[in-house]
C-alpha cells in the first residue's frame, strides 16, 4: 500500500469542553480516525479527546491519541473476530451469573460480564474506568498463558484452572480462574474465556 504523504501532514485543531480549550497538532489520518471512533462511541469529538488525555501534559497528548486510535482498531479487530467464532460470545457473557472474562493470548483482557464488573472491578475501578481496566489493572496468572493455551489445544481436559489475580497499586482480587476455548476450531492465538471463582482458602 502506497502511503499519502497528505497523511503525514499535521494539523492544528482547538477543543473545547466544558470551558476549557485545547490546542493539539496531530496528523490527518489520526484526526479522521478519532472522528470515526468519536461517531462510533455516540460521543462528540471534544469530549472522547479530552476523555483520553485527561490532564496529560503537552508533550504526551498526541501520543495518547496515537495509542487510543491503535488500541481501538485492534479491540475492533477482536471483537470481528469474537462475531465470527462459532460460540455466541455476547450470550455467553450476558447471561452468565459467576464473573467471566474473554482473555487474548497476550494475556489481556477483551471483554467482561456484569458480575467481573460489579465484584472484581468494583473492588478496584470507580465504575467510569471499568472500561478501560485492561489499561490500569494488572491481571497475573499462577500458569503461563502459553501453558494454559498449550495444555488446551493438546486435549488435556475441558478447561484449565488456575489462580488469578487482578490488582491496582496496592488493591488485589485474588481469584480462581477455569480457562476454556471459545471454539474447537480455534487457533494458539485465539481468545479464551475464563470463568472466575472463589479462591479456596488454605485449612
Known sequence: MEINPAWLKPRQRILQRDGKRVSIRLEEEFWE???????????????????????????NRTSLLRIYCARWMRRKVVQTFLTKSNADIQGILSSCPIPCVIVSSEKRLIAQNTAFSEKVLGALLSPDMWRDADTVVRFSLSKPIDRIIKELSEG????????????????????????CRLNQDG???????????????PR
Open 33 to 59: 480516525q478519532l472522528e470515526f471512533c468519536a461517531k462510533d462511541e455516540g460521543v462528540k469529538l471534544a469530549d472522547l479527546v479530552f476523555g483520553v488525555i485527561g490532564g496529560a501534559d503537552t508533550t
Open 156 to 179: 488435556l481436559g475441558a478447561y484449565v484452572e488456575t489462580n488469578v489475580a487482578f490488582s491496582r497499586g496496592s488493591e488485589i482480587v485474588q481469584m480462581v480462574g477455569r480457562f
Open 187 to 201: 487457533t494458539d492465538s485465539s481468545p479464551l474465556i475464563c470463568f472466575l471463582g472463589a479462591l479456596n482458602k
